[in-house]
């Protein structure tokens, strides 16, 4: 499991997205419009990249789109009924660190076994897949997620560990 660009610009696309949103309602009451080339520059994510990407989110209906001048795009739920999950789920983004295919009978390798480790991977995937199933998009915006109890200085544990390698 890698996570790439494609989920990280998309839940930062939609994070934009929602924070534009609050507070600017149009003549009908409804969430305002914001434009990919908005976005982009907000961002700094490329304008062909996020209209890849919001092409996939409006398939998913995570967004609704809106033609013509004036046009742009908009949250089609709220962002505290938008799950992170969701949104990397519909840019194909991956959250299965194990190699197997899940067919009957397919191991990871394309035997008929798993591989040694298969649980494992299983079981991390699972607990990456509950986390973002469970912090929904309103979640990001408001910065609710504290760091970890377990490692409160995660990143700099991370240094630490590479730093001891290399030596």
């Known amino acids: 499991m890698k996570l790439s660009t494609k989920g990280r610009y998309a839940v930062t696309a939609m994070a934009d997205l929602a924070i534009s949103a609050r507070g600017a309602e149009d003549a009908q009451g409804s969430p305002s419009l914001t434009t990919l080339a908005e976005i982009s520059e907000r961002q700094n994510i490329s304008l062909a990249y996020l209209e890849q990407l919001f092409a996939r989110l409006r398939r998913a209906g995570l967004v609704e789109s809106v033609r013509g001048p004036g046009g742009g795009y908009r949250l089609a739920k709220a962002p505290e009924q938008t ?70 200085n995660f990143s700099a544990l991370l240094e630490d560990e590479a730093i001891s390698a290399q030596a």
């Open 83 to 152: 799950r992170i999950s969701e949104i990397m789920s519909a840019v194909d983004e991956t959250l299965r660190a194990t190699k197997c295919e899940g067919g009957v009978g397919e191991g990871c390798g394309g035997g008929p076994a798993a591989c040694l480790t298969h649980d494992l991977w299983e079981q991390l995937s699972a607990q990456v897949y509950l986390f973002l199933h469970k912090v929904s998009l309103a979640d990001v915006i408001d910065k609710r997620l504290a760091p970890c109890n377990a490692f409160p």
